[in-house]
Every structure is written in structure tokens, then in C-alpha cells.
């Protein structure tokens, strides 16, 4: 008896030994890119100095920033880069000057052929397996229609999305910070809640 609750214990360690690598092999998410959760509006400005500044030469309406209202966070968004046949925009969201969220949203650009269909869809291939090796494996996985959903979530819970749309041959990839993301949702539902008591008193 005694010998078998030896085996079980050993058993068990054995178990939480194997995993403890799978654990630490996971990478934090702490935003995507050269930019960073926490950073300032001005800070993610002179971290992608060189693209803004060839943008405004070339296609300054291109880039956005400014706050929005009925969202309640201040954006930063501009086209950043092309991938594969794919054109890439990236939004930077903040929340009392501190980057919160960021979402990278790229949709084919040329429209049409089998061959760029098969493009597209070995791009959302090459980015899915990434972020799986980066990440790990998602902890949500869901098929919507003819698109799919993966989630992940660090031991911090900062999260990261996969969204594919094979009809309309888009994705996106977001990132977000759970501590400042929780501070934005309070203060957007404040603000709708502040809304309806205006229509109500109509």
C-alpha cells in the first residue's frame, strides 16, 4: 500500500516536471512588434518614427490620430507594412495615455484567381503557426462560418487574438494588456451608461 502511494506520488511529480517546460516556453505577450504595452502616444510615434515619417510624404491621409469619443480610448493608426500580397494597417489603442490594445488588420489587395486565394490562405497558415510556436497552444479555438477564432492568454492573462475571414480574405491579429484593457472597459461602459440616462430623461 505503502509502495503504491509512492508510485502515485513519483507519478504526479513525473507529470508536473514535464509540463513545467511547456509552461515557461509560452512567451509573455507585452504588445506586438517594436511597440509596447504602457507606452505613451508620443513613445509608439518615435518607436515607428521612420514609417510615419515616409507616410506623411507620400500618403499622409494614411495615418489617424486623435480620440474617439464614443469609444473612449485615443487611436493611433497608420498602413505599417505589406504581407505577402496582403496590405497590413496597425491600430494603437490608449487608455489614459498608456497603450492598452493593438490590432494588426491585413485583407488581400488584389482581388480575383485562384492563385492569390491560395496566397492568402497560406499566409493565415504561416502566421497561425507562429504564433502557435511563439505561444503555445491556444486556449480557445472556434470555427464561425468561413472563418475561424484562436485565442491565447499569458500567466500575466494579457491576451492575444487570431480572426480569419476566408470569404472576405482578411485577418487580424490583436494584442491586449488585462489590467489597462479592464480600466477602458470600465470607462466605455460609463460612458454608454451615462448615454442612456440622457435618452432616458428625454
Known amino acids: 500500500m505503502r509502495n503504491q502511494k509512492l508510485l502515485v506520488t513519483l507519478a504526479g511529480l513525473t507529470l508536473f516536471i514535464l509540463f513545467i517546460p511547456l509552461a515557461l516556453a509560452q512567451a509573455p505577450i507585452e504588445g506586438w512588434d517594436k511597440a509596447k504595452f504602457g507606452m505613451s502616444p508620443e513613445q509608439v510615434k518615435e518607436t515607428y518614427r521612420e514609417e510615419i515619417e515616409e507616410l506623411k510624404k507620400n500618403s499622409p491621409e494614411l495615418i489617424f490620430e486623435g480620440y474617439r469619443e464614443e469609444q473612449a480610448y485615443y487611436e493611433l493608426s497608420f498602413i505599417d507594412r505589406a504581407l505577402k500580397g496582403s496590405y497590413g494597417v496597425a491600430f494603437f489603442y490608449f487608455i489614459d495615455n498608456e497603450l492598452f490594445e493593438i490590432s494588426t488588420f491585413f485583407c488581400r489587395w488584389e482581388q480575383g484567381g485562384k492563385r492569390e486565394e491560395r496566397r492568402f490562405w497560406l499566409t493565415s497558415l504561416e502566421v497561425e503557426s507562429f504564433l502557435r510556436r511563439k505561444y503555445g497552444a491556444p486556449v480557445e479555438e472556434e470555427r464561425i462560418g468561413e472563418g475561424k477564432i484562436l485565442e491565447w492568454r499569458d500567466v500575466k492573462g494579457n491576451g492575444l487574438s487570431l480572426m480569419v475571414n ?37
Open 166 to 202: 476566408f470569404e472576405g480574405f482578411m485577418f487580424e491579429v490583436a494584442y491586449f494588456h488585462k489590467e489597462l484593457a479592464e480600466r477602458w472597459e470600465a470607462e466605455f461602459a460609463g460612458k454608454n451608461s451615462a448615454k442612456e440616462m440622457e435618452i432616458e430623461s428625454f
